[in-house]
């Protein structure tokens, strides 16, 4: 028998792919601890509005490839896109521990942006392919642990710049990549449910023809566009999170950036991880009894996170704010292990990965905004208030939520 065809090989691809997960947050994480250590040797990032820039020209890049890298996901062998994802952004990370200037770290940081953008969607349509039951929120929310875990690791990339260099931690991470892609190249294997998106569509002609049938599928779906908001929404806050929480915590507590890094990143990495396995448990037994029990679920983790950013925001000692991290991390789990298992409900499978690209896309740009904006509000001593206000447009994406979206199916196969 094949190693495809054993009953525990779909896990076997959801551990491979957490392994992926983890190294896309990873490299795209630790810049931000490694501020106070890239800036002694590059001048132009001691403003945080230069070093938002930096962050947001990822994220910029990253949304504009997304549709474009679900929808190539939908055509193409998942497989090969995610090793040849994996194996170029994990060459860039090396080459960053070479930039030596804010030019060509913009440059490469630009590029990053394009080839992580690649394995997200692919990803994600893999695993749930592989898990159509009662599995799917699970093995969607184990993955997730993966980006989390790479997002806690990459606080300890202030760590290794502070006892060796940035650019070692750049070239290490980069190279660990590298000889991954060569593991996921043995082990890795294509599933297919249905036909490609291409094929679904009946095009002989193949090419735009396909990509249109595709964007009329989901973008002439109502149900889609509010999803749409839903996900983007909570991405304020979930990318301000990620890219300004180190800061914060080392203002507010008054810490070192070599121990505050790691301490926000690990807070939220360790407790996202127990909100989506506890998301993913529950939503799989939910929908048993209930077809809305994965939006429930998701709706929950949301609502947690409206009173985490008030506590993040305005709290001044370890308690409110470690704590305001901890009820974050908890709920945005709960919320991000059941946004492919929700979107499934909706969308069939030729299409999923390029609906989750547009997801991403919009996600993207709104972290893009916030990111940019939280520079500004760190240069003028407001970043934690800035951030606390972010629960308002959280609170609004619930209510829609829980207001509009009626599924009638667990797992949509057909259009």
Not at 247 to 271: H, K, Q, Y
Request: hydrophobic share 50%; glycine share 12%.
């Amino acid at each position: 028998m094949k190693l495809k065809e054993k009953s525990w090989y779909p896990w076997l691809v959801v551990a491979l792919l957490w392994g992926v997960a983890l190294l896309n947050y990873l490299d795209r994480q630790m810049l931000s601890t490694m501020k106070a250590a890239i800036m002694g040797d590059i001048s132009e990032l001691n403003t945080a509005e230069n070093f938002g820039r930096l962050m947001a020209v990822f994220l910029w890049i990253y949304g504009l490839m997304s549709p474009m890298a679900g929808l190539i996901a939908d055509r193409i062998s998942r497989k090969w896109l995610i090793i040849g994802s994996l194996g170029v952004w994990s060459a860039v990370t090396m080459t960053m521990g070479f930039a030596t200037s804010f030019n060509q770290l913009y440059i490469l940081r630009a590029i990053m942006g394009v080839s992580e953008a690649l394995y997200i969607p692919a990803g994600l349509a893999l695993i749930a392919d592989y898990h159509r039951g009662n599995t799917r929120s699970l093995a969607i929310g184990i993955h997730m642990t993966g980006l989390y875990t790479g997002q806690a690791l990459g606080g300890f990339g202030a760590t290794v710049a502070h006892n060796w260099s940035w650019q070692t931690a750049f070239q290490s991470f980069g190279l660990t990549g590298v000889i991954y892609s060569i593991v996921l190249i043995l082990l890795l294997y294509e599933k297919r449910t249905v036909p490609s998106a291409s094929q679904e569509s009946d095009d002989s002609s193949g090419g735009f023809r396909s990509v249109t049938h595709s964007l009329s599928v989901l973008l002439g779906s109502m149900s889609f566009w509010v999803i749409l908001f839903y996900f983007a929404t909570p991405s304020f806050p979930g990318w301000g999170i990620k890219n300004w929480l180190p800061t914060l915590f080392s203002e507010n507590l008054r810490i070192d950036m070599s121990v505050a890094g790691p301490l926000s990143t690990i807070t939220i990495a360790v407790s996202s991880f127990i909100g989506v396995l506890f998301g993913g448990l529950t939503a799989d037994r939910w929908i048993t009894k209930n077809i809305k029990g994965r939006i429930y679920t998701g709706a929950i983790g949301l609502t947690l996170t409206i009173p985490a950013l008030i506590l993040i925001g305005f709290g001044e000692g370890l308690f409110s704010i470690i704590g305001g991290g901890i009820l974050f991390g908890i709920g945005f789990g709960m919320f991000d292990a059941n946004n492919m298992p929700v979107l499934c409900q909706f969308v069939s499978p030729g299409h999923r990965a390029a609906g989750y690209g547009l997801m991403n896309m919009t996600g993207v740009f709104a972290g893009a905004l916030v990111t940019n904006w939280l520079g500004k509000s760190t240069d003028t001593g407001s970043l934690g208030p800035d951030l606390a206000l972010l629960a308002i447009p959280v609170a609004l994406a619930v209510f829609l939520q829980l207001a509009t979206i009626k599924p009638v199916t667990a797992d949509k196969l057909q259009d």
